[in-house]
C-alpha cells in the first residue's frame, strides 16, 4: 500500500472516540450543554453544517464528565436522527403539495397545488387530473393560493381560468 492508498484508508475509517463517533455518514459530537452544567450529543450528517439532532446527554459515574459514545449509542442516534430527518421531509413535502378531489358533471377530478418556493420569485402550480390519470389543466397561481374543495371546485367551473 503506498501513502495515498493509505491516507485515503485512514479517511474512510471510522472514528470511534469517547466524545467524537463517525460513521456511515454520520458524526455524533458530545458538547458541553451550554444552558446547564451537563452534556448534550449532537448528530451530524455528512456535508450538513447544521446538526440533524441535538440532545441530552447521559453523565458518566464521575458525575462531572459525559458517558462516551458507543456502537449502541452511536447505531440509537443515528437512527433517531434520520427519523428526524424523515420527518422532517415528510412535514416540508406535505407543506408544498397539497391535493384535493371534486366531483364534476364529467366525474371526478383531483386538484393539486405544488408550491415552488424560489427564494426570488416563488410560486405555485394548480393542475387538474381526471380518472384516468390526464391532465386536464395547469395553471400559474400565487405560492400563497389556498387550495380547499371550494377553491377548486370555483377554479373548475371558471373554465379553468387562473384564480386571482
Do not use: C
Not at 407543506?95 to 426570488?120: C, N, R, W, Y
Amino acid at each position: 500500500m503506498n501513502d495515498e492508498t493509505q491516507e485515503q484508508h485512514d479517511e474512510d475509517a471510522p472514528v470511534q472516540e469517547a466524545r467524537l463517533w463517525q460513521d456511515n455518514g454520520w458524526t455524533a459530537r458530545v458538547i458541553k450543554n451550554e444552558d446547564d452544567e451537563g452534556w448534550a450529543v449532537a448528530m451530524y450528517k455528512e456535508g450538513e453544517a447544521e446538526p440533524a439532532l441535538v440532545g441530552p446527554w447521559t453523565m458518566g459515574r464521575d458525575k462531572k464528565n459525559p458517558k462516551p459514545l458507543d456502537v449502541n449509542a452511536f447505531n440509537t442516534l443515528v437512527k433517531t436522527a434520520h427519523e428526524v430527518l424523515r420527518r422532517h421531509e415528510q412535514a416540508l413535502h406535505a407543506k408544498l403539495h397539497k391535493s384535493t378531489v371534486v366531483s364534476t358533471a364529467d366525474g371526478e377530478l383531483k386538484v393539486t397545488l405544488d408550491i415552488v418556493p424560489d427564494e426570488d420569485n416563488p410560486y405555485a402550480m394548480l393542475a387538474a387530473i381526471d380518472e384516468m390519470g390526464e391532465q386536464v389543466a395547469q395553471v400559474r397561481v400565487a405560492p400563497d393560493f389556498k387550495l380547499s374543495p371550494a377553491s377548486a371546485l370555483a377554479w373548475v367551473e371558471n373554465d379553468f381560468r387562473a384564480p386571482r
